[in-house]
């Protein structure tokens, strides 16, 4: 203890006069490096500036001469030039021993070479320095031996390696001096070796993973495909995580004959590579529907198989659970996907938090599923969560963050009741319209998507001429999409089938024949065997089968079109269950076509209609269930009961009377008086308003005008809709001339 006050002050006097940091030297001191300690006695000679070789003392500076007398600290200086010479972070050289920095920084400070910044922790040398070395190192003169060409290099390759360990990670965003000093790194040098190509190509990838995280696909593949190309052909099995991310991207992106591609040109090791492999392979088959989704649901199940019989984390293996969930929905089989993607979301909730992107993704897609299954509440809970979980982690303009953006805008068009409803979905769309559209190209499924769910949205509104336009655009570029066979993929059917809706309300049925045939043909083609039986349908072929057997009623060929909405309606109950919004659809619709054709003897006909009542009443409790009273889907269930209840004829007109009464004006409330649903529910309010009593004739007339009137006005005079209203008008004329 007699002895350390004198300890203290060595020490003190080591550290000022070396401008050591404290922390060094301790860690110096514990490391019990004394022999290091000692030579620190020997800076004395160094620690002066020799006006000869200082920028200083000449204005110049001579890095030759300064490379030959301090051999070892020229190193540093090569380095800081190759980094660009100005505000390089510390940790570049955090490899170095720390005491062989403070020595050299001695020296090279002492000299003014360089200068250090302790609050932003960065070295930047003299300007003079720099243009000395870029000079020594362009002029390429004979006297520069073999030695010290392959001692440059050295150099380059070691901070090259240093710079590429310590290259911000893709959560960092302050990385704008490093995306610089990277192009001046490898601007003009060549990567003559192994090693720093696979530095290199660090780098590109997580540039890339940064873009991604960003959102901002296009630049990420971008940066990968430059990973790809530092790297030998074909890419090192160590590299796997770069192929990986760049076939995930070419996926993000719908490129999928280049996905094809590089996975034809891979073949990873056993162990989870090659399950990865199988996995991407899955997902080109599903996205191409390849063998009605069957085979990408055989390979998902094989790979959640391994994964659940391997040493794979459970991260693998609710990855494996959300994909054979998500190919399942494709299918068509709702259920069984809600029960694998729920499995998904527990074990990811457990295993990595509530907030974690992947569990995002399975809340997103198990939202996804439950609006198929017509579980419409409860998907949208889960979507809002996933909205705002993506909002919070990945930000409001991220792909992902939109995509969920688009189904909740979905999920509240199906429950939609009012104008102010379908304009908060709308707003939700055009504001996806707005962002997808500098990420993705025009051919994107997503972006396409996000059209086609506008134009349901403006067929919803009543605005046919817009839905026909809209439906028209997204079905030309899905006919010219990313997959193998376009003209026939589900999702070009689907914009064939939205379109010949849109016809058969604004054009009716004569032209919306053609078409509805074609795509109910196109889609058992496709998605089922083709047997109509047993369980060989897909819930999209069935409701093009519903539409099709409107459009026959419509056409007056009743035999067939009940035939149609019978198989309908019994598939439907068979795939979705008996409480599917489909299925009441197809029930309510079974009971309104029964009704063109009721038998012509009293007993039978009140039979049917007792039939037809009870068909109706089921479908409208479970629709009002679903999506509530005044829901465009629950009015048509009853309008299609009041229709019956005029049909019956006697005390069952007054309750017929007050069903288009009420029909009328929830229509009106809801959507405006000049809806094409409220002109129409005016009309048949005015019809039975004129049944019930003749005093009622003036009103009624009223009514039937201002129907008429509506719908010239929208729509114009010689629309279909507006001659089919004034024909029904002449008819009510015909059938209740004036008192």
């Known amino acids: 203890m007699a002895y350390l006050p004198r300890a203290i002050i060595q020490a003190a006097e080591l550290i000022s006069h070396t401008g050591m940091k404290v922390s060094q030297f301790l860690d110096m001191y514990q490391r019990a490096d004394q022999f290091k300690l000692r030579m620190l006695g020997k800076?004395?000679?160094?620690?002066?500036?020799?006006?000869?070789?200082?920028?200083?003392?000449?204005?110049v500076f001579d890095v030759r001469k300064f490379r030959k007398t301090y051999h070892k600290f020229s190193q540093f200086l090569y380095q800081l030039y190759f980094l660009g010479g100005d505000s390089v972070p510390w940790k570049v050289f955090s490899s170095a021993d720390s005491l062989d920095?403070?020595?050299?920084?001695?020296?090279?400070?002492?000299?003014?070479?360089?200068?250090?910044?302790?609050?932003?922790?960065?070295?930047?040398?003299?300007?003079?320095?720099?243009?000395?070395?870029?000079?020594?190192?362009?002029?390429?003169?004979?006297?520069?031996?073999?030695?010290?060409?392959?001692?440059?290099?050295?150099?380059?390759?070691?901070?090259?390696?240093?710079?590429?360990?310590?290259?911000?990670?893709?959560?960092?965003?302050?990385?704008?001096?490093?995306?610089?000093?990277f192009a001046h790194l490898v601007g003009g040098y060549t990567l003559s070796n192994y090693s720093l190509k696979a530095a290199v190509a660090t780098i590109y990838h997580r540039e890339s993973t940064f873009f991604k995280r960003k959102g901002m696909l296009v630049e990420a593949l971008k940066m990968i495909e430059l990973a790809r190309h530092t790297l030998p052909d074909p890419t090192p099995p160590e590299q796997l995580a770069i192929v990986q991310d760049h076939v995930a991207l070419l996926f993000s992106l719908a490129k999928y004959r280049d996905m094809h591609e590089v996975l034809q040109r891979i073949s990873p090791e056993k162990g989870p590579g090659v399950l990865w492999k199988k996995r991407m392979q899955a997902k080109l088959e599903q996205a191409d529907c390849a063998n009605r989704y069957d085979t990408a649901i055989d390979m998902f199940?094989?790979?959640?198989?391994?994964?659940?019989?391997?040493?794979?984390?459970?991260?693998?293996?609710?990855?494996?659970?959300?994909?054979?969930?998500?190919?399942?929905?494709?299918?068509?089989?709702?259920?069984?996907?809600?029960s694998e993607c729920r499995k998904a979301l527990a074990e990811r909730k457990t295993s990595l938090g509530s907030s974690y992107p992947d569990t995002l993704t399975s809340c997103h897609n198990l939202a996804e599923i439950l609006k198929r299954d017509g579980q419409i509440s409860e998907a949208l809970r889960y979507i809002q969560g996933a909205l705002v979980g993506r909002e919070s982690i990945l930000g409001p303009d991220h792909p992902e963050t939109v995509h969920s953006r688009i189904v909740k805008a979905s999920i509240l068009r199906c429950k939609a009741v009012s104008i102010n409803d379908f304009d908060e979905a709308e707003t939700l769309v055009?504001?996806?319209?707005?962002?997808?559209?500098?990420?993705?190209?025009?051919?994107?499924?997503?972006?396409?998507?996000?059209?086609?769910?506008?134009?349901?949205?403006?067929?919803?509104?009543?605005n046919y001429e817009m839905a026909e336009q809209m439906n028209q655009a997204a079905l030309n570029a899905r006919e010219q999409g990313p997959w193998l066979e376009a003209s026939t993929h589900p999702d070009t059917l689907t914009s064939k089938h939205q379109l010949t809706e849109v016809l058969r309300l604004k054009e009716g049925c004569k032209s919306a024949d053609v078409l509805s045939e074609a795509v109910l043909t196109d889609r058992t083609a496709i998605l089922t065997n083709g047997t109509l039986s047993g369980q060989d349908f897909h819930p999209d072929q069935l409701t093009s089968l519903h539409h099709r057997a409107i459009v026959l009623s419509g056409l007056k060929q009743h035999l067939p079109a009940l035939q149609k909405i019978d198989l309908a309606l019994t598939a439907r109950k068979a795939l979705l269950g008996d409480d599917h919004p489909d299925v009441y659809l197809s029930m309510t619709w079974k009971g309104e076509i029964m009704r063109t054709q009721l038998p012509r003897y009293q007993s039978e006909r009140v039979q049917t209609l007792d039939t037809i009542e009870s068909l109706h009443k089921q479908a409208l409790e479970g629709l009002s269930w679903i999506f509530g009273p005044e829901n465009q889907s629950t009015l048509q269930c009853k309008t299609n009961l009041a229709l019956l209840k005029n049909e019956r004829g006697g005390s069952s007109k007054a309750e017929a009377e007050d069903l288009y009464r009420q029909i009328y004006k929830s229509y009106q409330r809801n959507l405006g008086d000049l809806h094409p649903e409220t002109l129409k529910a005016k009309g048949r309010y005015a019809e039975s308003l004129r049944a019930s009593s003749s005093s009622n004739h003036s009103q009624a007339r009223k009514l039937w005008r201002e129907s008429c009137g509506g719908f010239a006005k929208v729509y114009g005079p010689d629309a279909w809709v507006t001659v089919k209203a004034y024909k029904e008008y002449e008819k009510f004329l015909r059938t209740y001339p004036d008192p």
């Open 430 to 462: 055009l504001g996806c319209m707005d962002r997808l559209s500098s990420i993705f190209s025009n051919s994107h499924p997503l972006v396409i998507s996000c059209r086609s769910e506008l134009a349901l949205i403006m067929f919803s509104r009543g």
């Open 101 to 181: 920095m403070v020595i050299t920084m001695v020296l090279l400070k002492g000299h003014f070479l360089v200068t250090e910044d302790p609050s932003n922790q960065t070295y930047s040398f003299h300007p003079l320095v720099y243009l000395a070395i870029r000079n020594s190192l362009g002029t390429g003169e004979s006297t520069d031996t073999e030695d010290k060409v392959t001692e440059e290099r050295k150099w380059y390759e070691d901070i090259v390696l240093a710079f590429s360990r310590e290259y911000p990670d893709s959560n960092q965003d302050s990385r704008a001096w490093w995306k610089e000093c």
């Open 43 to 59: 800076l004395e000679p160094v620690s002066s500036p020799e006006h000869n070789i200082s920028v200083i003392g000449r204005g």
């Open 301 to 338: 199940r094989q790979v959640l198989v391994s994964a659940e019989t391997s040493d794979e984390s459970e991260t693998s293996t609710s990855l494996s659970m959300d994909d054979l969930g998500m190919a399942l929905m494709h299918k068509g089989r709702y259920r069984d996907a809600a």
